[in-house]
């Protein structure tokens, strides 16, 4: 199993582009979620679904879309850029069932808005 | 969801065991508590959770108090790949939903050589 893969590693971006990062994962997890880790803090929730064709939103939305379309893809798109969103954003799944709350994070997508 | 509060930071010698605590005062009878840990640059990794009982499993051990208002996770053998910053985090028994792990600012184990 590859577990959780995060695409691009590294992006620079300009003020007011946009941009999808990629995540998937290959372990047939239901849950699957977004944070993002600003310099010398704890993670923050984006957003976060719950299987295909359901998701919703976590402590910092704005400025961000989730879709969920198949099980293993959770892309988070940018709409427009803004240098706040400077960022390293880690992708999470997880089983959904009684206990079973090991979440497995993947490697992380270090993004510069300039 | 109930708050935890650890140390800052802890140092550890090689080959020593580590042992780093969490309060977590306000814990509902029906809330786990899970230890992650991140090394630096990487995302987060579980470690071990538990709800009343000790644990024990390759990574670590996790006590908890009889009145589970505090655990400590220890690290029997600490070499320096343990070096992270360790969160102590606490979430309700999932009954159908996962639950949103809520990241304070763990404590950073640095183990020295």
């Known amino acids: 199993n590859a577990g959780v893969t995060q695409t691009p590693k590294f992006q620079v971006l300009k003020t007011g582009q946009s941009m999808t990062l990629q995540c998937a994962q290959d372990?047939?997890?239901?849950?699957m979620s977004w944070y993002r880790q600003d310099p010398g803090m704890g993670l923050r929730l984006i957003h976060y679904s719950v299987g295909a064709g359901i998701t919703d939103q976590g402590e910092v939305p704005n400025g961000y879309n989730v879709s969920r379309s198949t099980t293993e893809d959770f892309p988070l798109r940018l709409l427009s850029a803004a240098p706040s969103q400077t960022s390293v954003y880690f992708c999470?799944?997880?089983?959904?069932?009684?206990?079973?709350?090991?979440?497995?994070f993947g490697p992380g997508t270090r993004l510069t808005v300039l | 969801d109930a708050k935890t509060t650890q140390p800052t930071s802890m140092d550890c010698a090689e080959g020593r065991a580590a042992n780093l605590p969490c309060n977590h005062s306000?814990?509902?009878?029906?809330?786990?508590v899970y230890w992650y840990r991140q090394i630096h640059s990487q995302g987060p990794q579980y470690i071990i959770h538990?709800?009343?009982n000790n644990e024990t499993n390759e990574m670590a051990s996790l006590i908890i108090t009889e009145d589970r208002k505090s655990s400590t996770l220890i690290l029997p053998h600490a070499t320096l790949r343990d070096t992270a910053v360790y969160y102590c985090i606490v979430l309700p028994f999932s009954s159908g939903s996962a639950r949103q792990l809520t990241f304070g600012s763990g404590t950073q184990l640095t183990v020295l050589p």
């Open positions: 306000t814990i509902s009878g029906n809330e786990y």
């Open positions: 999470a799944s997880s089983y959904v069932g009684q206990g079973k709350n090991e979440q497995f």
């Open positions: 538990g709800l009343k």
């Open positions: 372990m047939n997890h239901e849950y």
